[in-house]
Nanobody
Framework: QVQLVESGGGSVQAGGSLRLSCTVS????????MAWFRQAPGKERERVAR???????RYAESVQGRFTISQDTAKNTLSLQMNSLKPEDSGMYYC????????????????WGQGTQVTVSS
């Protein structure tokens, strides 16, 4: 049974940092694309960063240079280091997974965590 459990969200002032973690169980990393999505109230869920089954990383333009996605296969953990946070980074952050190549949007991802809230105040 696939399970993704996020942690690490919270409230921070603009310019601060947070690190999100996603503990993964039930599948083999090497065959899956892993990603972080976020959703603000009234907005669509958007992909923030992803790491492919080949290790390739991509970021949304809005977070490029500020966020870093990484995975520790020994600990079955996906992480998102978020620096220089802005109020527009606020939202619910979700860990997601899909087998094979990475889809560009949320509809393509099969497995989801329950989400962790990030709030950035100005």
């Amino acid at each position: 049974q696939v399970q993704l459990v996020e942690s690490g969200g919270g409230s921070v002032q603009a310019g601060g940092s947070l690190r999100l973690s996603c503990t993964v169980s039930g599948f083999t990393y090497s065959k899956y694309c892993m990603a972080w999505f976020r959703q603000a109230p009234g907005k669509e869920r958007e992909r923030v960063a992803r790491i492919g089954h080949d290790g390739g990383k991509r970021y949304a333009e809005s977070v490029q240079g500020r966020f870093t996605i990484s995975q520790d296969t020994a600990k079955n953990t996906l992480s998102l280091q978020m620096n220089s946070l802005k109020p527009e980074d606020s939202g619910m952050y979700y860990c997601a997974a899909m087998r094979g190549y990475c889809a560009a949007d949320a509809a393509g991802f099969t497995y989801w965590g329950q989400g962790t809230q990030v709030t950035v105040s100005s």
